[in-house]
């Protein structure tokens, strides 16, 4: 049987589709191992009691995030075999975003840095789901 290429301008969305992944797929990576390492108690004064439940969910949803640079590869490298599992994934980093702003909305900001990762996190997740349904 014969296949056919994407035409050039699909290969291109999806080449961007795979490089912001990408950069997400590193966020999790090393925010994850972070967060992981560092538990709950990095974040609390020194002389606080220990908080274990709160350090379990804190590693809990840190090892969540770590995980998902293992799907956000497995995606990358297998792209072709997906259609709306990308605007999940979409979804889901623009999510991650929202949840900052509604973080800064809720206690105050957290810093330039968190309002920058705020920012890029939803932009890159609605980037993924336009490019997604501009690739059809």
Same mark, same amino acid.
């Given at each position: 049987?014969? @296949?056919?290429? #994407?035409?050039?301008?699909? $290969?291109?969305?999806?080449? #961007?589709? $795979?490089?912001?992944?990408?950069?997400?797929? #590193?966020?999790?990576?090393?925010?994850?191992?972070?967060?992981?390492?560092?538990?709950?108690? #990095?974040?609390?004064?020194?002389?606080?009691?220990?908080?274990?439940?709160?350090?379990?969910?804190? +590693?809990?949803?840190?090892?969540?995030?770590?995980? /998902?640079?293992?799907?956000?590869?497995?995606?990358?490298?297998?792209?072709?075999?997906?259609?709306?599992?990308?605007?999940?994934?979409?979804? @889901?980093?623009?999510?991650?975003?929202?949840? +900052?702003?509604?973080?800064?909305?809720?206690? %105050?900001?957290?810093?330039?840095?968190? +309002? /920058? /990762?705020?920012?890029?996190?939803?932009?890159? %997740?609605?980037?993924?789901?336009?490019?997604?349904?501009? +690739?059809?």
């Amino acid at each position: 049987p014969a @296949t056919f290429a #994407a035409p050039p301008t699909v $290969q291109l969305m999806t080449i #961007a589709i $795979q490089i912001i992944l990408g950069l997400v797929a #590193a966020i999790c990576f090393l925010g994850g191992l972070n967060l992981l390492n560092k538990g709950a108690m #990095a974040f609390l004064p020194k002389d606080h009691a220990p908080a274990r439940e709160l350090d379990n969910l804190f +590693r809990f949803t840190s090892g969540i995030y770590f995980s /998902m640079g293992f799907l956000l590869t497995w995606v990358i490298v297998t792209i072709g075999q997906h259609h709306t599992l990308l605007y999940f994934l979409g979804i @889901t980093i623009a999510f991650a975003g929202l949840g +900052r702003a509604w973080s800064v909305l809720r206690v %105050g900001s957290a810093g330039n840095y968190h +309002r /920058m /990762m705020m920012v890029l996190e939803i932009v890159l %997740g609605l980037a993924v789901i336009v490019l997604q349904m501009a +690739r059809g």
